[in-house]
């Protein structure tokens, strides 16, 4: 192992990773779908990334090109094996209070990014979310489900347009800690 990856490893408390990729692929030409299944990345050491997407407009463009390839659904699990912990203490030992404590101004951070959106009582489940996963991470839950398909080169601009597009456009909901 190199020296810069070996000492990326020992600011976290690491001496060695073992990574998991793995992944199912389906697609119907004939309905230009696709689902993804159980598309997972994992650290064993650190956490995982699973998602679920079923896809729309993938295969050949129409002329016009108003078929863009985007998605219907979308689910993005992530579940917490130390990853939070150790980005928080990188750089020196802390306590499991100052950890604590570390995570709550961290919830109350990302709250206050939300600005308005926080408030929002139609969002209230979803900050909710938010605020547990910052306060004791364990597993977050991101799902999409947007009331028409969305195309995959329109997502910069959701995302540009703050929060609010988000939840509305997406159909974006969380869930934390399930």
């Known amino acids: 192992m190199d020296e810069p990856v070996k000492a990326s490893l020992q600011r976290f408390g690491l001496t060695s990773i073992t990574a998991n990729m793995g992944a199912a692929f389906q697609w119907d030409a004939d309905k230009k779908t696709a689902t993804l299944q159980d598309a997972v990345f ?60 570390m995570r709550q101004m961290f919830a109350a951070n990302l709250l206050h990014g939300l600005g308005p959106v926080a408030s929002d009582p139609k969002l209230a489940s979803s900050v909710k979310a938010i605020s547990d996963f910052a306060q004791t991470p364990q597993s977050l839950t991101i799902t999409l489900v947007p009331p028409a398909p969305v195309p995959l080169a329109t997502m910069k601009d959701v995302a540009a347009q703050g929060p609010q597009a988000l939840f509305v456009t997406l159909g974006l909901s969380i869930a934390a800690n399930q």
Do not use: M
């Open 42 to 101: 994992s650290v064993e050491e650190l956490g995982s990334l699973q998602l679920n997407a079923d896809l729309v407009n993938i295969g050949p463009a129409s002329p016009a090109g108003s078929n863009q390839p985007g998605f219907s659904k979308a689910t993005l699990h992530y579940r917490d094996a130390s990853l939070i912990n150790r980005l928080l203490s990188a750089g020196g030992q802390r306590s499991q209070a100052q950890l604590a404590q």
